[in-house]
């Protein structure tokens, strides 16, 4: 059972960088796509982007020019990183399988990132 | 953009069907798929590829997706049910539906 886990800072000062990983565990992270994806508190879903396991990346045109998403096949881990942090920012940052079709099959349990001085 | 619509709410009668659409320009030539979210839990995937289910999602799930409407369709509607459902479809990115909160009552 693929299983995957976010870990993040928790709190993020305005105008910073905000950077989670994901471990992936129960299967390889090769032959997929890997997704971020946010919820703000109360809000419905938004895909930040996604990589596939080759490096190739997609991003959210609203979100691309601050973000980030990097993979290390060696550690079975992807990243992001969101530059330029502010409030609006806060929200619960999950990462996901993301088969070949768009759909995601397994999501880790969301790491809470806040944005605030 | 492209932009997927769903209701705010739906209300169901335990032992009824429930129905929540999801609606975008021409969505019915992209695939659909539905994840069912309770609070403070990840979403989980309940329909991909338009009416496929995952293991161990009950049968009493569906999808149907033609025109500009998907729609997921939730038979003999028990207590366990009710979340929000957020409908999703591929369009150079992953785009998510507003959601619709289910309500058992």
């Known amino acids: 059972q693929v299983q995957l886990q976010e870990s993040g800072p928790g709190l993020v000062k305005p105008s910073e960088t905000l950077s989670v990983t994901c471990t992936v565990s129960?299967?390889?992270?090769?032959?997929?796509?890997w997704s971020w994806i946010r919820q703000p508190p109360g809000k419905g879903l938004e895909c930040i982007g996604d990589?596939?396991?080759?490096?190739?990346?997609n991003y959210n045109p609203s979100l691309k020019s601050r973000v980030t998403i990097s993979i290390d096949t060696s550690k079975n881990q992807f990243s992001l990183k969101l530059s330029s942090v502010t409030a609006a920012d806060t929200a619960v940052y999950y990462c996901?399988?993301?088969?070949?079709?768009?759909?995601?099959?397994?999501w880790g349990q969301g790491t809470l990132l806040t944005v605030s001085s | 953009s492209y932009d997927l619509t769903q209701p705010p709410s739906v209300s169901v009668s335990p032992g009824q069907t429930a129905s929540i659409t999801c609606s975008g320009d021409?969505?019915?030539?992209?695939?659909a798929s539905w994840y069912q979210q309770k609070p403070g839990q990840s979403p989980v995937l309940v329909i991909y590829?338009?009416?496929k289910r995952p293991s161990g999602i009950p049968e009493r799930f569906s999808g149907s997706n033609s025109g500009n409407t998907a729609t997921l369709t939730i038979s003999g509607t028990q207590a366990m049910d009710e979340a929000d459902y957020y409908c999703?479809?591929?369009?150079?990115?992953?785009?998510f539906g507003g959601g619709t909160k289910l309500t058992v009552l």
């Open positions: 996901a399988r993301r088969a070949r079709d768009g759909y995601f099959d397994y």
């Open positions: 129960g299967g390889s992270i090769s032959s997929y796509y």
């Open positions: 990589i596939y396991y080759s490096g190739s990346t």
């Open positions: 021409e969505l019915g030539d992209k695939f």
């Open positions: 590829q338009d009416r």
């Open positions: 999703q479809a591929w369009d150079r990115i992953a785009v």
